[in-house]
Each structure stands twice: as C-alpha cells, then as structure tokens.
C-alpha cells in the first residue's frame, strides 16, 4: 500500500516561504505523475501543481510563478517551495499519487495533508 507523508506546513507572514515535502514509501515516485493539492474551508480541493515523469511541470493560475513542484528522486520525495505567499494561499496540503506517467488525470493515492496558514 502506497503511503505519503507530507511535512513542512505551518504559519508564514505574506510575502513569505515556505517549503513541503511529501515522502514517499511502497511507491517509486519516479516512475509516476505526482502531484500537490490544497483544500480551505468550505471550499473545494484545488490542484494545486503536477508533475509528470519527464518533469514537466503544470501550476494552477493562482500559484503560477510563486510555487515551484519538484522531485528528489534520491529520497524519493516529492517537493513544493512556496514563495511570496498570500492569504488566500491558506489550506491543508495534499500530496498525490497517481498510477500514470505522463497525464497527471487522476490520482488514487493521497497523504494526510499539512496545514499552510498564511498571515497579512
């Protein structure tokens, strides 16, 4: 069974940064899209950013150019550096795996979440 462990949330000023990561365990990252998601409150899960085999990476329009997803394949961890945040950036954090390579559709597998709360 695929398990993801995310890390690195907590609370960070506008304009600030933070970093998450996601490890993963029963799963070769490489090998597969993955992906971050967020959700707020009372609002719906939102993709956040994806990242496929062959390291092209997809960003929502509201994290474009502030948000970087990577990989680390020597830990098998998977990374999302948040920079100039904003306070609409606050919400739990998903990390997913998903069973393709390449079209980053659907995603089966997800972690807990950590919690992003960003501050004006």
């Known amino acids: 069974q695929v398990q993801l462990v995310e890390s690195g949330g907590g609370s960070v000023q506008a304009g600030g940064s933070l970093k998450l990561s996601c490890a993963a365990s029963r799963y070769t990252l490489i090998n597969y899209c993955m992906g971050w998601f967020r959700q707020a409150p009372g609002k719906e899960r939102e993709r956040v950013a994806t990242?496929?085999?062959?390291?092209?990476?997809v960003y929502a329009d509201s994290v474009k150019g502030r948000f970087t997803i990577s990989k680390d394949n020597a830990k098998n961890t998977l990374l999302l550096q948040l920079d100039n945040v904003e306070p609409e950036d606050t919400a739990r954090y998903y990390c997913?795996?998903?069973?393709?390579?390449?079209?980053?559709?659907?995603?089966?597998?997800w972690g807990q979440g950590t919690q992003v709360t960003v501050s004006s």
């Open positions: 990242i496929n085999t062959r390291d092209s990476a």
């Open positions: 997913a795996a998903s069973s393709t390579a390449y079209t980053c559709r659907t995603f089966e597998n």
